[in-house]
């Protein structure tokens, strides 16, 4: 399966197992498929496909059967996606990693093709299932196979959320190549938000806790402390000069309950509260005191320092020196 940057929606129908076959890998990745012998009747089965950006978005209807990744069918091709089924209609399992998830109506699960896995699917049923690319999916290799083959439940909590958002994609109308990247990207950062769950926010923003995490986030805040001078400083770069995502440097910063961005206009907000308190810098203006510390605009400054403080930066200095020389 190749995902193109966008296209209208593709179907394909067939009554011959064959030929279901050849649709899933041409729509995902290359199957074992075992209809239910016992079930009787025809064979039927339709695959509804469209991509946005670099997410494709599916519907898939059929009868009983079992669907298999092998590791030798994974080992075959490079079809490294994650992707996420979304029941609709009858019953499911989806088994990866040691782990079995056991799927009704309104329940989605994570796998990744890079590894076996089998979808035992009975009754009559309806999934919808959205692929991304692996790479573009900001999970680590010990992450994804933490949180696959974990059901979620859809009607309830972030579940309900992210399956609202996931059933929304479903019917999007045109939209630019730009917008449509971004859109996949949001989704795709949703259900990383959701898979996060599982384990808490600590092990989202650490790794599970990993000290290399740790170190990383250590060397971040102090990058942030000695650069605050920078008006240019703020997620993007903090993230390049640290080799990372901007992703991946917000989800560090998960558990501290504060965003990248909210930690540098803090410390700036600290230091030049520090700055207005020393008696030995009274004559250097606000506005310089500003743009010593990353602001570049004096009224954002004074606006922000006033949401922090209660006072404006004037009245600080004011009431500060009064009080010395008193």
């Known amino acids: 399966m190749v995902l193109a940057p966008g296209s209208a929606p593709v179907a394909s129908t067939t009554r011959r197992c064959d030929e279901w076959r050849e649709a899933l890998r041409h729509d995902f990745v290359a199957l074992d498929v075992a209809p239910d012998r016992r079930r009787g009747g025809a064979f039927s089965g339709s695959v509804h496909s469209a991509t946005l950006g670099h997410l494709q978005v599916s519907e898939v209807v059929s009868v009983p059967q079992v669907c298999r990744r ?104 045109a939209l630019s190549p730009a917008g449509a990247t971004r859109l996949a990207d949001e989704a795709g950062g949703l259900v990383v938000t959701l898979t996060g769950e599982l384990a808490g926010p600590e092990a989202v923003a650490t790794g599970g806790g990993t000290r290399a995490r740790a170190d990383l986030r250590g060397r971040v805040e102090r990058y942030i402390s000695e650069h605050l001078a920078d008006p240019e400083l703020g997620p993007q770069t903090v993230a390049a000069a640290h080799f990372v995502s901007v992703r991946q440097l917000h989800r560090l910063f998960a558990a501290t309950g504060e965003s990248v961005a909210g930690r540098i206009r803090r410390e700036r907000l600290t230091a030049a509260r520090r700055h207005l308190a020393d008696p030995r810098l009274a004559d250097v203006p606000v506005g310089q005191v500003a743009r010593s510390h990353g602001f570049t605009d004096a009224a954002g400054f004074s606006r922000a320092f006033r949401r922090a403080y209660g006072v404006s ?8 020196v009064s009080g010395k020389q008193g």
């Open 313 to 320: 930066p004037s009245d600080l200095r004011a009431a500060l």
């Open 70 to 173: 092998t590791r030798q069918l994974a080992g075959r091709d490079d079809g490294r996606f994650l992707q996420v089924g979304m029941l609709t209609r009858g019953a499911a399992v989806l088994e990866q990693d040691g782990r079995r998830a056991v799927l009704h109506p309104g329940h989605l699960v994570v796998y990744e093709t890079s590894r076996p896995f089998t979808w035992s699917l009975s009754a009559d049923w309806a999934l919808q299932v959205f692929t991304w690319p692996r790479e573009s999916i900001d999970l680590t290799s010990g992450e994804s196979a933490a949180v696959t083959a974990h059901r979620f439940d859809g009607r309830a909590g972030l579940g309900r959320i992210v399956a609202g958002v996931l059933r929304g994609l479903l019917d999007v109308p």
